[in-house]
């Protein structure tokens, strides 16, 4: 069964996150006020990790940082989200 389950955030360079991921659908705040990404999660799949990087606008970028998610406004910062598979 497909089911969209959140992953809270911290606000770092890079970090992981493990779950059954199919696609990670969206990224913002939650009614906390602490970031998350909801993904996509299905049961009948393996768990595996992905690897989230978070960059502030004007900060450098690897070449690779992996797949634009999305941006989150934090009080006076924004950020942006990449995503990629391990």
């Not at 906390?32 to 004007?58: H, K, L, Y």
């Not at 406004?73 to 950020?79: A, D, H, L, M, T």
Request: hydrophobic share 40%; aromatic share 10%; with cysteine.
């Amino acid at each position: 069964m497909k089911q969209v389950f959140k992953f809270p955030l911290q606000i770092a360079d890079e970090q992981t996150i493990r779950g059954k991921i199919v696609q990670p659908v969206s990224v913002g705040l939650d009614p906390n006020q602490c970031p998350c990404i909801w993904a996509e999660c299905d049961d009948q799949t393996e768990e595996r990790d992905m690897i989230v990087s978070i960059f502030g606008t004007g900060h450098p970028l690897p070449v690779f940082a992996g797949s634009y998610l999305g941006m989150l406004v934090q009080g006076s910062f924004v950020w942006h989200v990449y995503i990629k598979p391990v």
